[in-house]
């Protein structure tokens, strides 16, 4: 099992930046795929970006392309999303989630409990 613990959220004027954190424990020895995925009120859960284990491949979704860069600290055990140029249809919970395999469709494994992101205009 792996616990994913996000931070970071909070509320934002529309231009500003936030970096969100989420940080791995429990059985962390395979080589995780780390995504981020959002969720806004009223509507589906979506993929925003995602990262391999060496950091060599990213892939976001295309509304925050040029805005949002995701990384990772394999030695800290963490990945981060740094969001830039925020909109308010930015706003939503924010998940971390992880998977042993990168699939066309970001299918994760383990999921974090979500951090709160609020911008307005």
């Known amino acids: 099992q792996v616990q994913l613990v996000e931070s970071g959220g909070g509320l934002v004027q529309a231009g500003g930046s936030l970096r969100l954190s989420c940080g791995a424990s429990?059985?962390?020895?395979?080589?995780?795929?780390m995504g981020w995925f959002r969720q806004a009120p009223g509507k589906e859960r979506e993929f925003v970006a995602a990262?391999?284990?060496?950091?060599?491949?990213?892939a976001y979704t295309d509304s925050v392309k040029g805005r949002f860069t995701i990384s990772r600290d394999n030695a800290k055990k963490t990945v981060y999303l740094q969001m830039n140029s925020l909109k308010p249809e930015d706003t939503a919970v924010y998940y971390c989630?992880?998977?042993?395999?990168?699939?066309?469709?970001?299918?994760?494994?383990?999921w974090g409990k979500g951090t709160v992101v609020t911008i307005y205009s």
């Open positions: 989630a992880a998977a042993t395999e990168l699939t066309p469709d970001y299918a994760m494994r383990y």
């Open positions: 990262i391999s284990w060496s950091g060599s491949y990213t």
């Open positions: 429990g059985r962390t020895d395979s080589n995780y795929v």
